[in-house]
Structures are given as C-alpha cells and as structure tokens.
T-cell receptor, first 114, second 112 residues
C-alpha cells in the first residue's frame, strides 16, 4: 500500500508569490495534518482537517490556508510568500481523530523562497 | 510556538553502546511519541505512549511516559550504524484535534 504522498518534492519561489502544496493520505485515512519544519527545528503544527472540516489551527498567519477534498486529499496554500516561509512542509495522515490514531508522515515538500 | 525541551542538540556514541534521551515540558501531555527522521524524509514513528508511567519497548528501543506527564525518555540499546538520524519527541494534549508539539530533536551519530 502507498504511504502518504506529497507533491511537488521541491519548489523554489520568490517573495510575494503564492504556492500550493498537495498531499494524498494513506488509503482509508480521513484526517490530514500539515506541519512546517524549519531547518534545525522540530515540525510545527499548521492545520488539521478531518472529514473535510478544519479541526485545528496552529499559530500561523492568515496567509496560510488549507482545504480537504471529498477524496480526503488536501492542499496547503501560502500567499504573499516571505523568506521565512522557507521550510520543509510535512503532511501527516491519520485514520480518524482518536488520540491513539498514529500519524504517518509523508516525505515533505521542500519550499525555498528567494 | 511551544516546543518540548530536548538536549543536547547532538550526541556521539560508539557502535554497541546504549544511549538515553529525554524530553521535558512545562505542560502536561496525555500522549508521548518518539519519531526518527532521516535526511530527505518525513518523521517515522518509533514508539507511542498513552498512559502515565507506561514503559514500552520496540526491539532495541524502550521508552517511558513520565508519571508527572511532563516528560518522557527513550533508550536505544546496543546501537548500530543505522540508528544514525534525528530523534524527535512529540506530545499531544487533550482535545479534539491531532496537533502534535515537537521538540527540536537530537542528532545521533554512531561511530563504527
């Protein structure tokens, strides 16, 4: 079975541009979470979606938005990119919303903002 | 944002040695997790802990959920070269969402 897939693998943008990152969860998983991992730091929670509804939002500006589609895949959008948005963006897939559900991470999308 | 406390930033050990890492927080978590991340990949779950005081093993790895619910430790026994990587602790608080709070990670190097 395929794990969590993310696209693209790498992306280079310039300041002020907009970017869309994509995530496909493990088949049967209904929840997707997004994390930002800056070099040398642990992942920071951005959003969680479950059954197409936002379940949680981290401390990120409104430039960050996300959505989940009927097939449970998800997109993360970042507007008006800043240099500080350069990071590895990770998507995590979970079967449901229970505390004991394991979060499986994808390989991430490496975003570089110039 | 809030992060769990992991130190030191790097650890260097000899192959075959045991190593312990701990993770602390000023807040209570009701789930503690340990992940390993290799270069160019996402974190992979090693051990999950759900009850205070719980001690869980996964092969050469053993982890414990602190009784105060504010700390956890991971022990790796008889280290091998493939144990090289970044080890993150993560905690999850009571609530409806899956938000995980991570530490900064410890980079482990194993000398052959």
């Amino acid at each position: 079975d395929a794990g969590v897939t993310q696209s693209p693998t790498h992306l280079i943008k310039t300041r002020g541009q907009q970017v869309t990152l994509r995530c496909s969860p493990i088949s049967g998983h209904k929840s997707v979470s997004w994390y930002q991992q800056v070099l040398g730091q642990g992942p920071q929670f951005i959003f969680q979606y479950y059954e197409k509804e936002e379940r949680g939002r981290g401390n990120f500006p409104d430039r960050f938005s996300a959505r989940q589609f009927p097939n449970y895949s998800s997109e993360l959008n970042v507007n008006a990119l800043l240099l500080g948005d350069s990071a590895l963006y990770l998507c995590a897939s979970t079967l449901g919303g229970r505390r004991t559900d394991t979060q499986y991470f994808g390989p991430g999308t490496r975003l570089t903002v110039l | 944002g809030q992060q769990l406390n992991q130190s030191p930033q790097s650890m260097f050990i000899q192959e075959g040695e045991d190593v312990s890492m701990n993770c602390t927080s000023s807040s209570i978590f009701n789930t503690w997790l340990w992940y390993k991340q290799d270069p160019g990949e996402g974190p992979v779950l090693l051990i999950a802990l759900y009850k205070a005081g719980e001690l869980t093993s996964n092969g050469r790895l053993t982890a414990q959920f602190g009784i105060t619910r504010k700390d956890s430790f991971l022990n790796i026994s008889a280290s091998i070269p493939s144990d090289v990587g970044i080890y993150f602790c993560a905690g999850r608080q009571t609530g409806a969402n899956s938000k995980l709070t991570f530490g900064k990670g410890i980079t482990l190097s194993v000398r052959p």
